[in-house]
């Protein structure tokens, strides 16, 4: 009886928490300092009571849950980790969650624990307590259990299901947090060092994750180059920008050579390409009327709050590039009942088109972003690699060709910047008569980082390839960056982009900055 008294007062708590503070933190509510101060004094006191509460198992899922959103929300780092300090034996939370047994009491500690981590005290307490040891062990058994080789990131058919990839995501996203909240003691890496190792070795298990659907050729009939797999998600994809992110952030370490991860640069290079090729020429004529409109994979929603989404309208209001093609991707029309996983196809042509008809909406868009996000990684990846080779050819006065990095085609990265310009263009054409929203802000940054990495990745192919620009491409650009410059002008916050774009412009078109004298 006790036990159901706390459970339904804890999840009170957890449903008041929710309701009160829908925003990202308490610092961006409507409170002034006093209530701000009050609410921070309660919540201090409520921590201990709730870490007290954990050790119950019928109140673990509830208990953590709520301390998740205190940390997040409601109690700054200095006071919470102090709190913590006191209050929460972590080893003892590992085993409950360890006896529970049940994803969704690993997700929930998952989530604390990401949120623990996202501070440098809550990352040396992470550390102290041997979460990194199960992290590593828990991280292996999920990959043990192999995926399918076949199948590519735009099919979740590898794992088990979404929960499953879910859990894979949080523990990488774990890692990286704790990575990064720590990268400046110096012995972050001793740290590390065998949950890295043991990550790295079992690395090409997780390599499909970045691998692009092997889509038909021009010419050659859908039936005969079909691919078989289940539909995907955004957990999966989310789960190859976590994968994503930590690589990068391995490799952006000097260490990182000596850690093992060379051994995995020249798969993932070429991955990287294809992926980036895929995410580039899918969608690199989108939008326009003679586009042939070919369902590249399927995405339904597969949870109830994502069945919402797709039933709300768009918020970026962009009809190039993914956010055009998510929409088809998310189609009722595309939806396929009663077929067997082995029977239902990657990509998938509308044979009445009316796919054409397909809406964006507000899930559509966050598919479109989830895409991005990854072709973002993408080329952060490719960058170091292209930056490795600059550092060592100018220690040995020649460009290396044993290190000599896979590179993608210039018509590539073309695709991926006609793709993020009209994108930002549309963006803020639909603001024009209003404020711009914080979503759509953050999309143009996208979109803005995007093209400059794009450009950066251009210039070094066309200097180490001895490359020439193309006449008509440089014609094409001019009027494009023209445009992008003038719109992105009226925007504040976007503005600062400019000048890193005005350096990279420079170098990979320098007659072009003289034609447009205001940038």
């Not at 008041?16 to 006191?45: F, M, R």
């Not at 790295?200 to 092997?214: K, Q």
């Not at 930002?424 to 054409?429: A, K």
Request: charged letters at 20%; a negative charge; glycine letters at 4%.
């Amino acid at each position: 009886m006790l036990n159901k008294s706390l459970k339904f007062l804890l999840m009170v708590l957890l449903m008041s928490l929710e309701y009160s503070y829908p925003k990202a933190s308490i610092n961006d509510s409507d409170l002034d300092v006093l209530q701000l101060t009050e609410v921070s004094v309660l919540a201090a006191g409520l921590l201990p009571v709730l870490c007290k509460c954990v050790e119950n198992i019928e109140c673990f899922d509830l208990s953590v849950a709520s301390m998740d959103l205190l940390l997040k929300m409601v109690l700054p780092p200095d006071i919470w980790v102090h709190v913590l300090h006191e209050s929460i034996h972590l080893e003892h939370l590992i085993q409950i969650m360890h006896q529970q047994n049940s994803r969704v009491s690993v997700a929930v500690a998952f989530n604390f624990f990401l949120t623990v981590a996202q501070t440098k005290g809550g990352a040396e307490m992470l550390c102290s307590n041997n979460l990194l040891s199960y992290l590593k062990i828990f991280l292996s058994n999920l990959v043990d259990e192999e995926p399918n080789p076949d199948e590519a990131c735009f099919s979740n058919n590898g794992y088990k299901d979404d929960k499953h990839a879910h859990l894979l995501g949080l523990g990488f996203a774990i890692i990286t947090a704790a990575i990064q909240s720590l990268h400046d003691d110096s012995s972050v890496f001793d740290i590390f060092d065998g949950t890295i190792r043991d990550f790295i070795a079992e690395a090409y298990t997780v390599f499909y994750f970045v691998s692009a659907p092997n889509l038909p050729s021009e010419g050659q009939s859908i039936k005969k180059k079909r691919i078989q797999g289940s539909p995907t998600s955004l957990t999966a994809l989310r789960l190859v920008e976590h994968y994503l992110s930590l690589i990068c952030l391995l490799e952006g370490q000097q260490s990182h050579q000596k850690r093992g991860l060379q051994e995995i640069d020249l798969d993932l290079r070429q991955k990287s390409i294809r992926l980036l090729s895929f995410i580039s020429k899918e969608a690199q004529h989108a939008g326009e009327p003679s586009y042939n409109r070919t369902i590249p994979f399927i995405c339904l929603p597969s949870l109830k709050e994502e069945a919402e989404s797709n039933k709300t309208p768009s918020f970026i209001c962009s009809n190039h590039g993914w956010f055009m093609v998510s929409a088809l991707c998310l189609s009722s029309k595309a939806r396929v009942s009663n077929v067997e996983k082995s029977e239902m196809p990657l990509v998938t042509r509308d044979k009445e088109n009316a796919s054409t008809h397909a809406q964006p909406t507000h899930l559509s868009d966050i598919l479109a972003i989830q895409i991005y996000r990854i072709a973002a990684l993408l080329l952060t990846h490719l960058c170091i690699q292209a930056k490795i080779v600059t550092d060592r050819a100018q220690e040995v006065g020649h460009i290396d060709l044993l290190c000599f990095p896979d590179l993608p085609m210039p018509d590539i990265l073309h695709g991926l910047q006609d793709q993020t310009i009209a994108i930002v263009l549309d963006v803020c054409e639909a603001s024009k008569s209003s404020t711009m929203s914080t979503e759509a802000e953050s999309v143009c940054l996208l979109m803005l980082q995007i093209l400059e990495k794009s450009f950066y990745l251009e210039f070094f192919v066309m200097q180490s390839c001895d490359i020439r620009p193309v006449l008509g491409r440089v014609d094409d650009i001019s009027r494009e960056i023209r445009s992008l410059i003038k719109e992105v002008k009226q925007h504040e916050h976007l503005e600062p982009m400019l000048a890193s774009l005005r350096q990279i412009i420079l170098l990979l078109y320098p007659g072009l900055i003289q034609t447009i004298g205001y940038m």
